[in-house]
């Protein structure tokens, strides 16, 4: 299959839609513009603020070629830190200030009712490639039957979708697919199809989908081979689709399972508690130019068939040829053609796995930065300014990154070459770096704040949350600037033609040895050892002011190692040490495919 280039083609103007209001008239766009100008205007004041108070630090010795280096380094990630604080503080905002915020921030909710029939056609579809079979085809059994037992499961269609390569992965999901459809009357409602060359990756995978069966279907669900949703998420998301036919994707608030990995359990307590905070802030202002993540959504097949074509990228890889990140360029064109592309900001029963230790982590971001960075080349693509944001800020968030390692270089070069007859302005630069750090650090604190005044109950109790606060907390201080580090890397060698490969990822807890993690993360211990030593013989005196980046760079091999440790992990688990909802009240769903491992205490 060849995926042609990208539809120009802008849909007609559907009748009944109300000029000044957005594709499902739920929405004023005068309104939506004053929130996006609103918003912007704090931003940029932000990091006009942040800037200028660097500036005045740094040119207290002059301003020279490395102090403009260093804003430069600086203001490129100042965007992301200011998003995310805004984003989180507006979140907790409208989520604590508002008697229902999603009338305010998607209204178009309001249209769907809990016992509106279904009478639209869903296709709902796991796309794999050399996964376990048996726990593929585990979730979506228990996504069936979770549906089934809604009473609505006659809508629903299933498709086990294939890219698999492996000679020993093959027979299996032939198997694991012979067994199930063994087991259920109406043979015709399982599909199972495999391609014998995975082109275009995951979205060649959906659009080879779409051109076989999408004419039969409204809508599709779209899930990973990680993802797992209860019957009632479900038939939600296509309840407020079937009310609003110009809602074009609708992107549901996915969370982590319960994970007898530490790793993976410390990650996504504070992805958790943090999500719902920054998403509602998001949504407020993006509304009807939202993101989709490519998974466990509901998507409006038609268009999506007509207007999402992805484009093959002018040149070779790492940044030619096929689109990675496939999905946020999905949710533009959707956009573009004038239907709309919503998240909904509820927690309602739409799970994914965490990667289980630091090495599949730092794979699966590196995948997303090479996508991301793909972006490069379909900048002119979004007709919406908000749209064209979401992509520039995506490209944004890897760029920064690397702008954030490029500042503590300098910074460390500044500090060597600092003039000793000049005082250095220590109030100002400390008070900066705490500024900096709360900023940063505001989506968790948002949604720890949020998670204690909406019930702290749900996560064991106000100490028990805390202390996972605490410990998610300094387990980023330490991820963060391995990740960071990481990235920047990749990025340089993505300069010489290096790429990631398309492989299964490692689902389940696992013990790393010791030369695993050192062969993956030997660059960043280098990195972290030779700024010590440029400190230690240039600027002794200094380097307490490194120590919350150095840290995490030093300690990387033991830190990797620890976190998938198998012991430290039950431990975890037992003692309910960053314990998430769903480990004191889980659900069917679950509980079905849980390994034993996770239920331990």
């Not at 307490?544 to 431990?571: I, Q, Y």
Request: hydrophobic share 50%; charged share 15%; glycine share 8%.
């Amino acid at each position: 299959m060849t995926l042609n280039p990208v539809s120009t083609k802008t849909a007609e103007p559907a009748e009944g839609i109300t000029a000044g209001m957005t594709p499902t008239g739920t929405q004023s766009q005068a309104v939506l513009a004053f929130r996006r100008f609103f918003f912007g205007i704090l931003v940029l004041a932000t990091i006009a603020w942040l800037g200028w108070w660097l500036a005045t630090i740094l040119a207290t010795d002059g301003f020279g070629t490395i102090d403009a280096l260093m804003l430069v380094a600086f203001l490129s990630n100042a965007p992301w830190i200011a998003v995310g604080f805004w984003n989180s503080v507006f979140g907790v905002g409208l989520l604590h200030g508002l008697q229902n915020p999603l009338a305010s921030v998607i209204p178009l909710v309001e249209r769907a009712r809990s016992d509106d029939l279904i009478f639209e056609r869903v296709a709902i579809f796991m796309t794999v490639r050399n996964e376990d079979a048996a726990r593929a085809f585990a979730r979506l059994r228990v996504i069936k039957a979770s549906l089934d037992a809604t009473g609505h499961g006659d809508s629903f269609d299933y498709f086990m979708l294939s890219d698999s390569s492996l000679p020993d992965v093959i027979p299996a999901e032939e198997a694991a697919f012979k067994n199930w459809r063994a087991e259920v009357p109406d043979e015709g409602r399982l599909v199972y199809r495999r391609r014998e060359v995975n082109t275009g990756f995951k979205a060649g995978n959906v659009r080879d989908f779409c051109e076989r069966w999408g004419v039969d279907y409204d809508i599709m669900v779209p899930l990973d081979a990680d993802s797992l949703m209860t019957g009632r998420s479900i038939l939600r998301l296509v309840r407020i689709m079937q009310a609003n036919p110009r809602l074009g994707i609708l992107q549901s608030l996915v969370v982590g399972m319960p994970s007898p990995s530490l790793f993976a359990r410390v990650f996504q307590f504070g992805m958790r508690h943090a999500m719902r905070a920054f998403t509602t802030g998001s949504a407020w202002w993006h509304a009807d130019c939202g993101p989709f993540w490519g998974h466990n959504a509901a998507v409006r097949v038609a268009p999506f068939i007509e207007y999402c074509r992805l484009p093959d990228l002018s040149g070779k890889p790492p940044l030619g040829g096929h689109v990675l990140s496939h999905d946020q360029i999905e949710a533009v064109l959707m956009r573009r053609a004038g239907y709309e592309v919503r998240v909904l900001p509820e927690e309602e029963g739409s799970f994914e796995e965490m990667p289980p230790a630091l090495p599949d982590f730092t794979v699966r971001d590196l995948r997303w930065c090479q996508g991301n960075l793909q972006y490069l080349k379909l900048i002119h693509l979004p007709q919406l300014p908000t749209s064209r944001f979401n992509i520039l800020f995506a490209i944004q968030m890897f760029i920064g990154v690397a702008g954030l390692v490029a500042f503590v270089v300098l910074a460390a070069i500044a500090a060597v070459i600092w003039p000793k007859d000049t005082p250095f302005p220590t109030g100002s630069a400390i008070a900066l770096y705490v500024t900096w750090l709360i900023m940063y650090f505001t989506p968790k604190l948002a949604g720890l704040a949020d998670a204690i005044l909406r019930s702290a109950k749900r996560y064991g109790g106000t100490a028990r949350l805390l202390i996972g606060g605490v410990v998610e907390t300094l387990f980023t201080f330490i991820l963060v600037p391995i990740s960071m580090v990481g990235q920047t890397l990749f990025m340089i060698a993505l300069l010489f033609g290096r790429t990631m490969a398309w492989n299964a990822q490692r689902r389940d807890r696992y013990r790393l040895a010791w030369s695993e993690a050192f062969t993956v993360l030997w660059p960043q211990t280098l990195f972290g050892a030779a700024l010590i030593v440029l400190l230690a013989l240039g600027a002794p005196g200094a380097i307490p002011w490194f120590l919350p980046f150095l840290t995490g760079l030093v300690l990387a091999v033991p830190f990797a190692v620890a976190t998938a440790s198998p012991e430290l992990g039950a431990l975890a688990a037992k003692w309910k040490l960053c314990a998430i909802p769903e480990e004191f009240e889980t659900t069917t769903e679950i509980a079905a495919i849980l390994p034993p491992a996770a239920r331990e205490g």
